[in-house]
């Protein structure tokens, strides 16, 4: 990264490849980024017609592939979700947007992901994760999470509906999150249980 020189260009890595942050970025570049989008692992074009994302805009390479690597490097900015290729330092003139995946009282395992910008969509929680990261507090970004504008996107009565959902009237969606242990890059989650089979069984529930 200190050798090569950028181009206009930026990476997306995130975990999973369709994670909101990742897909609400890659959108918003896509209306005002001229240059080459790169996503790794990106998911297929069914999938980004789907996430309403403009499949000829991107380029989906293989995270693990030289060419992935490559383009890393000779990024002028990297978006990701949990680090990416070991998380090296950021390097003058490339900047490394944390766009990490969430806000809140959990703390954080596993190596920090250095970065130059991190964004979060809380001051005192992600004061505590710039903190943990090592990234200084101006360049906390207190934009929100990305993926959060989604809620503000036009619903489809269809799909509402073959859902068994009455779009006509107010609904609200819990969605709890059911951890196991597992491992995103560098960074560990953790389960609420020590037994899979309990997360599983709760997840069948929900």
């Known amino acids: 990264m200190l050798v090569v020189p950028p181009r206009r260009q930026v990476f997306v890595a995130a975990f999973p490849p369709d994670e909101g ?21 990106a998911p297929p074009p069914s999938r980004l017609a789907a996430l309403r994302v403009d499949a000829t805009r991107v380029h989906r390479t293989k995270k693990r592939s030289l060419r992935a690597i490559l383009a890393f490097a000779r990024s002028e900015a990297v978006f990701s979700t949990h680090g990416v290729y070991g998380c090296p330092d950021p390097v003058r003139g490339k900047a490394m947007v944390n766009l990490w995946h ?9 190596t920090p992901v250095p ?5 979060s969509g809380s001051g005192v929680f992600g004061r505590r994760l710039a903190a943990s990261f090592g990234v200084a507090t101006r360049d906390l970004l207190l934009t929100g999470q990305p993926r959060l504008s989604q809620f503000a996107a036009p619903t489809d009565a269809a799909s509402l509906e073959s859902l068994g959902v009455d779009g ?3 609904f609200v969606v819990w969605m709890p ?21 309990a997360d599983l069984t709760l997840a069948d529930l929900i």
């Open 21 to 41: 942050n990742a897909v609400e970025v890659v959108r918003s570049l896509i209306e005002r980024y001229q240059g080459r989008i790169i996503w790794a692992d």
């Open 102 to 110: 969430g806000d809140g009282p959990k703390g954080h395992a596993g």
């Open 115 to 119: 970065s130059t910008f991190l964004v």
């Open 168 to 170: 006509t009237r107010p």
């Open 177 to 197: 999150t059911v951890r196991q242990l597992a491992a995103a890059g560098r960074n560990a989650s953790r389960s609420d249980t020590t037994d899979p089979q």
